[in-house]
């Protein structure tokens, strides 16, 4: 499949896990891909995909990874200006840096407010900083897409995580506000919420938590990176013109919309 071939792609925490899977589904599909997060990501090889989606020069200069620091608002630009210089304005913006507090997560009553502030930061600031930065080049050119990350812990509340749900319930709000701003001008805006997806992340995880995980989940599976990859395709392609404002369960069934 060749569906973004002369596009430009870009995407944050792109370096593994769901962003890395998404990295190279684009590209496999024809894109020029730019990824960033706080490591360099390794272009993908393509030389031995004899399919319409094959590139026999390797990644043919269609991949180019910026590490930084995703929360330094002055390293974005620069590295947004780099993507431009190199690839032309971004056609498909995958906001999908973030992470929960892990280690410092804790029961609401006994957090502090500087986890807060870095989850929302991380989560929805970064959204909107690189959204603002992107979204007036798509609109000023009728054409664009913008899928942004949110996750089922924001529709489930779950226990420990009240800063990442809320964070991830403002990417929700965020997303339906900006569809509707952007819609006249032929630019899409729609959120994903995966569940349980098996990234290195998990390998922290105990066995039981895991286990409870699976049990909690009607599909009776973890999913993985290239099931959520499959669904933002979708969204940034000519086929979802007509869907906007939307936010989209991947989650085996465990919530419901």
């Known amino acids: 499949m060749t569906r973004f071939q002369d596009r430009t792609v870009l995407i944050t925490g792109g370096a593994g896990g769901i962003g890395g899977a998404t990295a190279r589904r684009f590209h496999a599909e024809g894109a020029r891909v730019a990824v960033f997060d706080l490591v360099e990501a390794p272009a993908p090889d393509n030389r031995h995909d004899n399919g319409p989606g094959g590139d026999p020069g390797g990644d043919g200069g269609r991949w180019l990874s910026c590490a930084f620091d995703g929360t330094d608002a002055e390293a974005q630009a620069r590295a947004l200006k780099e993507v431009e210089a190199r690839f032309g304005p971004v056609d498909i913006l ?88 952007l819609a006249p001008k032929g630019v899409t805006v729609n959120a994903v919420c995966p569940g349980a997806i098996a990234t290195e ?54 919530n419901l919309l």
Not at 168 to 174: A, L, T, Y
């Open 94 to 181: 995958f906001n999908n840096l973030g992470r929960s507090a892990r280690e410092r997560a804790g029961l609401f009553c006994e957090s502090e407010e500087d986890t807060w502030r870095f989850v929302l930061d991380i989560n929805l600031i970064t959204t909107m900083r690189l959204s603002r930065r992107v979204a007036p080049g798509m609109a000023a050119r009728g054409h664009g897409r913008i899928v942004n990350m949110s996750s089922d812990a924001a529709l489930s509340g779950d226990l420990r995580l009240a800063d990442y749900a809320t964070a991830k319930m403002g990417v929700i709000g965020f997303t339906r506000a900006l569809a509707m701003e």
């Open 201 to 254: 992340a998990h390998r922290c995880i105990p066995r039981e938590t895991l286990d409870a995980l699976v049990a909690a989940t009607p599909a009776g599976f973890i999913a993985s990176p290239e099931d959520v990859a499959g669904l933002v395709a979708y969204l940034a392609s000519d086929e979802a013109r007509f869907v906007t404002g939307q936010t989209i369960a991947i989650n085996g069934g465990r």
